[in-house]
């Protein structure tokens, strides 16, 4: 039996004190790896878009937004509530804007239109289809006149 020879000698070279302490740190650089790996996926509370969107694509659609309704991004974000460094940047994260949702529900109308009234290509995600888009109905007003 080679292994338990092995494992004997093992034993007799260092101690089983020295071997746990070993086992453990291995286990401890294990670990340490393994957290710097782990998140590559940005945190994002989205909840229509889809989750795997990139930051190109989401940036392009919300300055649609701005120009179709003609306002700016403060119109649906926040300001942090403790701003460290650039005063002007806004809190895309949070939900503290209720014009925010209000906007979520106008998404998915627009997603829905698109999806149901009109012959859409397949191979589009739902969220992306522009045959309807805001600016169809807003032409660059918040809230569209109603004649
Ligand atoms: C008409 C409202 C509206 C305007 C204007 C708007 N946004 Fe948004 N934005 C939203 C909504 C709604 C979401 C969340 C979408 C979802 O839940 O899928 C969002 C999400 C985001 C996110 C993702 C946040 C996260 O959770 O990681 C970023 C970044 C963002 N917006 C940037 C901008 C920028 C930059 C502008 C201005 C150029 C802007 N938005 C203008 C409504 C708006
Ligand atoms: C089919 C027409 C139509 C489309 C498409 C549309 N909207 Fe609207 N939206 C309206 C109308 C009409 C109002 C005004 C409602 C009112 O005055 O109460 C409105 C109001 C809003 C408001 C004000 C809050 C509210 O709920 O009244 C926001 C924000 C908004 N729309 C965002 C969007 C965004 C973002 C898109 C594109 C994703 C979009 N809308 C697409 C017709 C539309």
Do not use: W
């Amino acid at each position: 039996m080679p292994l338990i020879k092995t494992l004997r000698r093992l034993f007799t070279m260092f101690s089983i004190k020295k071997i746990l302490t070993m086992g453990g740190l291995c286990l401890f650089v294990l670990l340490g790896m393994a957290a710097i790996k782990a998140p590559t996926q940005k945190l994002r509370n989205l909840k229509v878009l889809p989750k795997d969107i990139s930051d190109a694509k989401l940036d392009s659609i919300m300055h649609t937004y701005n120009k179709a309704l003609g306002v700016n991004c403060e119109f649906c974000h926040v300001k942090p509530r403790f701003n460290l460094g650039n005063k002007d940047s806004l809190d895309y994260f949070s939900d503290a804007e209720p014009m925010k949702e209000n906007a979520r529900k106008m998404m998915e109308m627009t997603i829905s239109l698109n999806k149901t009234y009109f012959y859409f290509n397949k191979d589009v995600q739902p969220a992306y289809l522009t045959t309807i888009t805001c600016k169809t109905c807003h032409q660059g007003e918040p809230f569209p006149p109603e004649d």
